[in-house]
Structure formats: C-alpha cells, structure tokens
C-alpha cells in the first residue's frame, strides 16, 4: 500500500528535497505541496492525502491551526499530521498535540529516521520515542501553568495499571519497551494504552502524552 504524503513548508527548497526523498521509494509518494496552513487544509481535502509532514511556522494560517482544522474535519477523517519543528527554539510541540498531530520530528532528523516515522505515523502509530521529543515535552511542561496538574476527566477510571502505562508512554516507551519494563507482551501493552486512551478521551497516543502531563500523573 502506497503512503499518500502531504508536503506543507513555506521553503520551496526543503520541500523539493522531501519530495526527492520520499519519491525515491517504493511506498511513499508525494501528492501534493502547500506554503501556507491554509493550502495545507485545502490540498489536504483535494489530494486525499494520508499524512501531512505539517511545518509549525508558516506565514498566514500557521501549522498548528491548520492542523486543527485537518484533524477536526469529518472529511478528512483518517488523515494524519507529522509535524517538523526546530528542537531548540519551538515551544509550541504541546499545542501541536493538542491540536491533534500524531507525532513529530526535527528538521534536523536524518532521512532514514523519516522514512520511518512517515510509515510509523501512517500506520496509526504515534512518534514519541526518541529522546528528543521527551526533551522536548519537558521542557514545555518545565514551568507549570494553570492548565497544569488540574483533574482531567477520565482519570478516575483509569485503572492502577492503566496509569501507570500511561506515564510510561509519557516518558516516550514503545509498546515493546513497556511490555520489557513491566513484563507483559507488547500486545497486552497496547490493549491496555487503547483502553486507556478510550476512557481519557484520547484521539491518539499522542494526545495521552498531554494528558499524562496536564492531570498531573506526569511531572
């Protein structure tokens, strides 16, 4: 099955050599190109993209907003949101989640780690390993604010061991790294972060990375 990639950057030459990169394999194509957040939204509905590598910084319409409106439109229901930012100056990877992106990387980040996450994200998997995007998250929850450590419903249902894997995948553990820490298989690892996204209202595991941290089961 061949992977439907929205490229969405206001520099033309980092989206041509995207396009040159995923072009070159046998799985991915690129179906379409966007500058602003609001071509974004509209070449999303035209291409009947799959994912959208969605930059944070564009004139007009920004990535977060337009992920927003791709991930709350019924008719693009389905359609995921990698979101590129700079690891040392962008401090808006939260509202990025919030707004529904699956997952994100740094432009930095080398080909081969990209190629995995577009088919990671694609599969309906989130990207919250690697040790940057735990920096990253500490850092923006570094200083508490009032939308922090607040009760969040859903909490009161979840289970001990539905907590605790939620903190786990907080700190950023695949559904393999959690089976090897609590001794469960990855299969039961990921029924209970399914179950637990279910009760916290969590569109995806990314979203549950925000809630760990906004209720306070995260510090």
């Given at each position: 099955?061949?992977?439907?990639?929205?490229?969405?950057?206001?520099?033309?030459?980092?989206?041509?050599?995207?396009?040159?990169?995923?072009?070159?394999?046998?799985?991915?194509?690129?179906?379409g190109?966007?500058?602003?957040?609001?071509?974004?939204?509209d070449?999303?509905?035209?291409?009947?993209?799959?994912?959208?590598l969605?930059?944070?910084?564009?004139?007009?319409?920004?990535?977060?907003?337009a992920?927003?409106?791709?991930?709350?439109?019924?008719?693009?229901?389905?359609?995921?949101?990698?979101?590129?930012?700079?690891?040392?100056?962008?401090e808006?990877?939260?509202?990025?989640?919030?707004?529904?992106?699956s997952?994100?990387?740094?432009?930095?980040?080398?080909p081969a780690?990209?190629?995995?996450?577009?088919?990671?994200?694609?599969a309906?998997?989130?990207?919250?390993?690697?040790?940057?995007t735990?920096?990253?998250?500490?850092r923006?929850?570094s200083?508490?604010?009032p939308?922090?450590?607040t009760?969040?419903?859903?909490?009161?249902?979840?289970?001990?061991r539905?907590?605790?894997?939620?903190?786990?995948v907080?700190?950023?553990?695949?559904?393999?790294?959690?089976?090897?820490?609590?001794?469960?298989?990855?299969?039961?690892?990921?029924?209970?972060v399914?179950?637990?996204?279910?009760k916290?209202?969590?569109?995806d595991?990314?979203?549950?990375?925000?809630f760990?941290?906004?209720?306070?089961?995260?510090?």
């Amino acid at each position: 099955m061949t992977i439907r990639v929205l490229l969405a950057d206001d520099q033309e030459l980092l989206r041509a050599t995207f396009r040159l990169l995923l072009d070159s394999t046998d799985d991915i194509e690129v179906v379409g190109e966007a500058s602003t957040g609001h071509e974004a939204v509209d070449h999303a509905k035209q291409s009947r993209a799959d994912l959208v590598l969605m930059d944070i910084r564009m004139p007009g319409l920004d990535g977060i907003a337009a992920t927003a409106l791709i991930t709350s439109d019924e008719e693009l229901a389905g359609v995921k949101v990698l979101v590129l930012t700079t690891f040392e100056t962008d401090e808006l990877v939260l509202e990025a989640l919030r707004a529904g992106a699956s997952g994100f990387l740094g432009k930095g980040t080398d080909p081969a780690s990209l190629l995995a996450a577009i088919r990671t994200v694609a599969a309906g998997e989130q990207l919250l390993s690697p040790a940057a995007t735990r920096a990253v998250v500490e850092r923006i929850t570094s200083t508490p604010g009032p939308e922090h450590h607040t009760p969040r419903p859903g909490i009161d249902d979840l289970t001990a061991r539905e907590r605790e894997i939620t903190v786990l995948v907080a700190q950023g553990l695949s559904n393999v790294e959690i089976g090897e820490q609590l001794f469960i298989s990855p299969a039961t690892a990921k029924t209970h972060v399914n179950r637990a996204m279910m009760k916290t209202g969590a569109r995806d595991r990314a979203q549950l990375v925000v809630f760990a941290y906004e209720s306070g089961l995260m510090h």
